[in-house]
């Protein structure tokens, strides 16, 4: 067994140890690339690998929990330890991570009154309990146990959030009853404020920041009590949202100086080593003039591209991080190939009105209710009524509502609502037969992850309809979180006899399910270029590889190849404003913006 320990800097058995250590979150790589980060990890002359732990995927219901496939943590850190490299695991209840809803499960908003991240002995409560059956799988990886695990993290930026001291000393608490013997710190942006907000004794507080490392380190040093400094998220890039534009970049030039100085006077990890996919509906969102959900890749302009290449600035940090330890010398033991399999015609597709009573069974209410009200987490949310009353639908507003809104009328699209325009009455100036039918399709753009917002992310409708000024009462709820994409129902959608391919490829009106399959010689890293469709999500042989949306950045979504088969592979794209190519393309490049 070893001994870990923190003084004037971090001391292994005496001995002192300067930690260079990469981020890379084994829930953002699927488990067979795993060991081909951490081996390019190591060659770049990293000693150590950080993570988050996201409680979110690990309980995504309450009392039932994962740790399987892309969750099995206790693999990744054995595999970590097998190549040598030390382990920093930030186990906190809250990780940010532009993370859908920054960790928290969403089933926490189930309960009305929740507070998060604070003294509040309902949420507390949640968090012991998943520490109850979290670290009892992490504590034997530690290295006084002769494991890797070297370092673990209370709370995350919890200065930007609250000041809470009885919480932050109740999550240490918690961490200590359930075994965890190595020591403890926190990560806070590097302000005082924020470091005087966020510390807890008897951790080491640490600073998040991507330049100006002198002067960055100069503010912490005081909160260190002549311990370490330490960059806990050295931030290399930064992440894309929705219409930002562009791909965001850092500056290499200046990322080298403070990586350089970062090592002269301290200890690093580096946000991010490889970035990864935001799989799923799992990409969070920020929020302060308005809404902006995280795209689906995580590139982050790492060190490693989100499907793990090598680039500019992997060679540039080890030549740096070369002048202060020796290089490795490491064989790569995975082979991995870009594969470029070409243009997909629409196979099949039907309207999601025609497969709805096979994927979803409906919750009547005189009100519509929030997800998490109906017990669903994640996805979209389909709420349908009559217009009994009515001769006109003139005016509609949502209250309580969250993200994103598609309005049908007889099942022909005419409104949608975005952010801020679901929170005010908008003119619809449309005739509408007695008793027509009225669907709204919500979409969860993703819950925020930073802030005071955390505690108002309640998604769907949660409150009421209001048509022609008064409240719209009796609706068909019908959960969609798509878990089941194998139940859609393409039996009756129309094909080619000859070849099985549609003739008419045109989209259908509005949201609907389109079925493409190739046959693969050999399973490789591909990327699905979505040209000419509109807005929705992809799944690749049942695995939800995430969102698309025509106004970028993200161009193509990256398919690892260890979701692919040797021979017929099926991608189901669900499309919801009634665009469609009626093609897609897998190439072998990615077109992030």
Known sequence: MQRFEIKDTFYLDGEPVKIISGAFHYFRTVPAYWQDRLEKLKAMGCNTVETYIPWNLHEPRKGEFCFEGILDVEKFIRQAGELGLYVIIRPSPYICAEWEFGGLPAWLLQEDGMRLRISYPPFLRHVEEYYKVLLPRI?????????????????????????????????????????????????????AESFNAGKVPGALPTGNFGSKTEERFAVLKPYTDGGPLMCTEFWVGWFDHWGNGGHMRGNLEESVRDLDKMLELGHVNIYMFEGGTNFGF????????????????????????????????????????????KL????????????DYGVLKVRQKVSLNDTLAKISQPFSGIQPMSMERLGQNYGYILYRTRLHTEERLDKIRLWGAGDRANILVDDRPVLTLYDRELLVER?????????????????NMGRVNFGPRLELQRKGID???????????????????????????????????????????????????????????????????FEGWGKGVAFVNGFNIGRFWEIGPQKRLYIPGPLLKTGENEIILFETEGKAAGTICLKGEPDIG
């Open 282 to 325: 799992m990409n969070g969102a920020n929020y302060y003039d308005e809404l902006t959900p995280d795209v689906t890749s995580y590139d982050y302009d790492g060190v490693l591209t989100e499907d793990g290449q090598i680039t500019e600035k992997y060679r540039r940090y080890q030549e740096v991080i070369g002048k202060y330890v």
């Open 427 to 443: 003119e619809a100036g449309i005739p509408v037969s007695r008793n027509a039918k009225l669907d709204i399709l919500v979409e």
């Open 139 to 191: 504590t034997p990886w530690q290295i006084t146990r002769g494991g890797p695990v070297i370092l673990m993290q209370v709370e995350n930026e919890y200065g930007y959030y609250a000041n809470d001291k009885d919480y932050l000393e109740t999550i240490k608490m918690y961490m200590i009853e359930n075994g965890v013997e190595v020591p403890l710190v926190t990560s806070d942006g590097p302000y």
């Open 328 to 339: 490795p010398q490491v064989q790569f033991s995975t082979e991995i190939v870009r594969k």
């Open 463 to 529: 409150q009421c309809v209001q048509i022609n000024g008064h409240m719209h009462n009796h609706w068909e709820q019908y959960p969609l979180p798509l878990d089941n994409i194998g139940m859609v129902d393409f039996s009756g959608a129309e094909e080619d006899g000859g070849n099985g391919v549609l003739q008419e490829t045109d989209a259908l009106q509005g949201p609907a399910f389109y079925r493409f399959t190739f046959e693969a010689e050999e399973a490789g890293d591909t990327f699905l270029d």
